[in-house]
């Protein structure tokens, strides 16, 4: 936005009674403020910081994993894809800790065990396919037998899951990604009940 741009918008919300022109810039009127403040303690116990780099994180992904998503993104439209998702919000797990055994219930109540990629339902948030993109440390001990445990909580849960795998150590290519996806998806659009979640070029068998 244009300094110009905002100067008017300020005279705007100046001309509505929702902010005043003083010597150093603009502010709210006192009753508005204060209004603000008790709504703040009253309502949601928060009070209004400047965003800061320090305070926000976003999931630190790979170069893969970023494109991979892009793709899905694609791939899944319109449902939404989330990343690095931790298995303990995807997951009930007082349900699932009945059906697995104590070492399965450690791996699932880990903050580290997550998903590399999620589809969510447009509409209602449910979970609807996770994907993992595995390089070469992924045929190795001890991640060989961290994927085998996943496979296995997600099994139980009934949440399908897709692996791409990848032997190169530098990040994939979009074009290796995009053909490793679309070869995956027609591989899942043998199952009937797979097939509704897969709309676009890739889900159809391209790529």
Do not use: Y
Request: with cysteine.
């Amino acid at each position: 936005m244009t300094p110009e741009a905002l100067r008017g918008q300020l005279r705007g919300l100046a001309a509505l009674g929702l902010v005043r022109p003083v010597s150093t810039g603009w502010a709210l009127p006192e009753d508005l403020r204060e209004r603000v403040r008790r709504d703040l303690r009253g309502v949601v116990g928060a009070r209004l910081l400047v965003a800061s780099p320090q305070r926000l994180r976003t999931p630190a992904l790979s170069v893969g994993e970023r494109v991979l998503a892009r793709l899905c993104r694609e791939a899944f439209f319109p449902h939404p894809v989330a990343a690095r998702v931790p298995l303990r919000r995807v997951l009930d797990v007082q349900v699932m800790n009945s059906l697995l055994d104590e070492a399965d219930q450690s791996f699932l109540a880990h903050g580290s065990a997550h998903l590399d990629l999620l589809v969510e339902d447009h509409l209602t948030a449910a979970p609807l396919l996770a994907l993992e993109l595995d390089g070469p440390q992924h045929r190795e001990s001890p991640q060989r037998e961290r994927d085998a445990r996943k496979n296995r909580i997600l099994r139980v849960a009934g949440l399908p899951l897709l692996r791409l795998w990848t032997d190169e150590r530098e990040p994939p290519a979009e074009g290796l990604l995009r053909a490793l996806l679309g070869w995956r998806l027609r591989e899942a659009q043998r199952d009937p009940g797979f097939r509704w979640i897969c709309p676009g070029p890739l889900g159809e068998g391209g790529g």
